[in-house]
């Protein structure tokens, strides 16, 4: 069964770096979205992509993100100059309508 | 007041009960998904619903439109379903997903 895959799985970074978290969607989808997940916290929505370009974003999702589809397959989230309170759960996902999104496992941000 | 509550917030049941988690919700919605988060963190999508009822192995996923409400039940819990159960609604004016804050159940053998 076709499935979201992330890497990495765990990303340990110095504040004030940048990191790049990968996701590769399922094939056919068209839409991409990435979540938050604080520890402890419920997820929160960051941003949906859709056709080259952020069809939504929410507050969380500042100057200091930015999406992109470098190519055919991957669907990166870029946090730059990483705070310490940027560590989370970041979930990627994607559906092939507006309605069921796949999520993939997550990648574990941890900002020292 | 959060827009997608869901109730208990905690739950630690024996092995072979019962189980049902709840989630009201207060915006309208295109489709409802139930999700479960292992200790790991990695989600894992049990149902989307719409409308009525869906049953997967011991799962079974109610949702009434009118009431603005949905049920999770476990028939015959097992100590591997442990995990947190997430609600999250789509809601129909934004197509975006609001997340209630998850149901931890502890099943005990």
């Known amino acids: 069964e076709p499935e979201v895959t992330q890497t990495p799985s765990h990303q340990v970074t110095q504040m004030g770096q940048e990191v790049i978290l990968r996701c590769v969607p399922i094939?056919?989808?068209?839409?991409f979205y990435w979540y938050r997940q604080i520890l402890g916290q419920k997820v929160e929505f960051l941003v949906s992509?859709?056709?080259?370009?952020?069809?939504?974003k929410s507050e969380i999702f500042d100057d200091q993100f930015s999406v992109e589809r470098p190519d055919g397959s991957n669907f990166i989230l870029k946090i730059r100059s990483t705070k310490l309170e940027d560590s989370a759960m970041y979930f990627c996902?994607?559906?092939?309508?507006?309605?069921?999104?796949?999520f993939g496992p997550g990648t574990r941000l941890t900002v020292t | 007041k959060n827009e997608v509550e869901q109730s208990p917030q905690n739950l630690t049941a024996q092995e072979g009960e019962f189980i049902t988690i709840n989630c009201s919700y207060s915006?309208?919605?295109?489709?409802l998904h139930w999700l479960q988060q292992h200790p790991g963190g990695g989600i894992v999508s049990l149902f989307m619903?719409?409308?009525g009822k869906k049953k997967h192995g011991r799962l079974i996923a109610t949702i009434n439109i009118q009431e603005k409400h949905s049920s999770l039940h476990i028939t015959a819990s097992h100590p591997r379903d442990s995990a947190v159960y997430i609600c999250?609604?789509?809601?129909?004016?934004?197509?975006?997903?609001?997340f209630g804050t998850g149901t931890r159940l502890k099943v005990l053998a």
């Open positions: 996902a994607s559906s092939g309508d507006i309605y069921e999104q796949y």
């Open positions: 094939s056919n989808h068209l839409y």
């Open positions: 992509f859709y056709n080259n370009e952020i069809s939504e």
């Open positions: 915006v309208g919605i295109s489709a």
């Open positions: 619903l719409s409308s």
């Open positions: 999250a609604a789509l809601d129909s004016g934004t197509y975006k997903y609001i």
